[in-house]
């Protein structure tokens, strides 16, 4: 790494620290522009910044674009640096090494599924696809109109979406009473494309997972990872919230402890259609 690569990365570095600081300090606007003056200057040397900080520079300024209400702003900086994303994956499919290869991948389902899940807010949900429904009555979020729904995308191999479980059921039993409808929507892993007997495997797999948490709401098998790449749900589990509407109120990757979910859960229950 030559000078002039480690002293930009080392400057843009230095802003994301400060960055983080002044968030600590409930300082949106400073720490948005010391984001975007970082922003800025990887722009101007996009290949002298690693792969991984224009990744968490896109991801962190949207972040605080949310915070102030900014959501086209967010949209902007992650359909941009999604697109960068692309391109630096596209350059590394063809010269990378295994590591760099690994890290542009990852990297761009990261971004790429942020930008996805920011572009439906206060859209209309897109329809969900289910081959299988593993419990309760099937339905679709058109039919679900005038109560609040609750999506998770979850796998029998993800742990964190295990655990997911727990919390969900508790939301199902606290709030199924205010219009509140929780979906637990998967699909095949293990046997995707396989035979019907693997499938069949793997179906059971899902129900006997479903059973050990207890779990009393819908549960369904999508067709196909089409509507997961729809709400930008490669990382699991990601949860998203509908309202009475079916306008997305909130989407994103994690463990259902987001305060921003509870507060918008709290709101969208509140509200009459």
């Not at 101007?44 to 896109?58: A, C, D, I, Q, S």
């Not at 509140?180 to 006997?208: C, N, P, W």
Request: glycine letters at 6%; hydrophobic letters at 40%; aromatic letters at 6%.
């Amino acid at each position: 790494m030559d000078t002039v690569t480690e002293s930009l990365q080392a400057s843009v570095e230095e802003s994301l620290l400060r960055a983080r600081s002044l968030l600590a300090e409930d300082d949106l606007r400073a720490a948005a522009g010391e984001l975007e003056a970082a922003l800025a200057r990887a722009r101007e040397n996009p290949y002298k910044v690693e792969f991984r900080t224009h990744v968490e520079l896109g991801l962190t300024l949207a972040e605080i674009y949310l915070e102030e209400d900014a959501v086209q702003k967010a949209r902007e900086v992650l359909d941009e640096r999604a697109a960068f994303a692309e391109k630096i994956f596209q350059i590394m499919q063809i010269s990378g090494t295994t590591e760099q290869k690994r890290e542009a991948s990852g990297g761009r389902i990261q971004i790429r599924d942020r930008a996805r899940q920011v572009a439906l807010l206060g859209t209309q949900a897109p329809e969900i696809s289910v081959k299988d429904w593993i419990l309760g009555e099937p339905a679709t979020l058109e039919s679900l109109r005038g109560r609040v729904v609750l999506l998770e995308f979850w796998a029998t191999w993800c742990k964190p979406c295990q655990a997911m479980f727990g919390k969900l059921k508790k939301l199902d039993e606290e709030y199924r009473s205010r219009g509140l409808e929780v979906i637990a929507l998967t699909r095949h892993y293990f046997a995707y494309r396989g035979t019907a007997d693997s499938q069949a495997e793997e179906l059971e797999l899902m129900r006997k997972t479903v059973a050990e948490h207890g779990v009393e709401f819908r549960v369904g098998v999508a067709e196909s990872e089409a509507t997961q790449e729809l709400y930008g749900a490669t990382g699991m589990p990601t949860l998203c919230l509908i309202d009475r509407r079916g306008h997305v109120r909130y989407a994103h990757f994690g463990g259902g402890d987001d305060p921003k979910l509870s507060e918008a859960l709290r709101r969208c229950l509140d509200e009459q259609v």
